[in-house]
């Protein structure tokens, strides 16, 4: 397996949008918070990227969102930066030809903000799903990053719905089923 970059995306949300997908008056999925991790064709950690966003058209976070995230409205003012520069800095830490593998819908989010700043989609053919790969291994019908350390029995990264702890979470589990079934996890990556 060549190296790779494990990412996971925090975006504006309130109560309700999930289940509502995102379909309600202003309701648009804007990142607010990029985590990711390169790591070797062993799965370990070479280099990490955390970056907070300042969203656009909804400049101002939910009640919800900083419940659910731990990320403040001061936070953001005091350290998030412009979408478009973020995404570049996800783009160049990914290398020239890296592939970009999320658990669940992150890449169509991707493509969501490339739209929302009316810009190509720079990780168009680049992204992929472990999705459901962690679905596999794990034996559910549903999880999210934030559940896989206790799903997985393995020691949580940090605080669940936050970026870079999620894509460790998600870079752990991966490394923990590359290490039981060589064959299904590395020929899926």
Known sequence: MRPVVIYDLEYTSWAGAQARNWSGAGEYREI????AVRLDQDFRELDCLDILVR???NPRLSDYFTQLTGISQAMLNESAVE??????RLLDFAAPDLSLLSNGADGTVLAENCALLDCDDLFAGRTGDVHALLL???GRVRLTSAELPEIFGLPSAGRGHTALADARNVAAALRLIAGRDQSSSKAFL
Do not use: C, K, W, Y
């Not at 979408?83 to 570049?88: N, T």
């Open 32 to 35: 607010v918070q990029i985590g």
């Open 55 to 57: 969203p656009r058209r």
């Open 83 to 88: 979408a478009e520069g973020a995404l570049q």
């Open 136 to 138: 596999t291994a794990s």
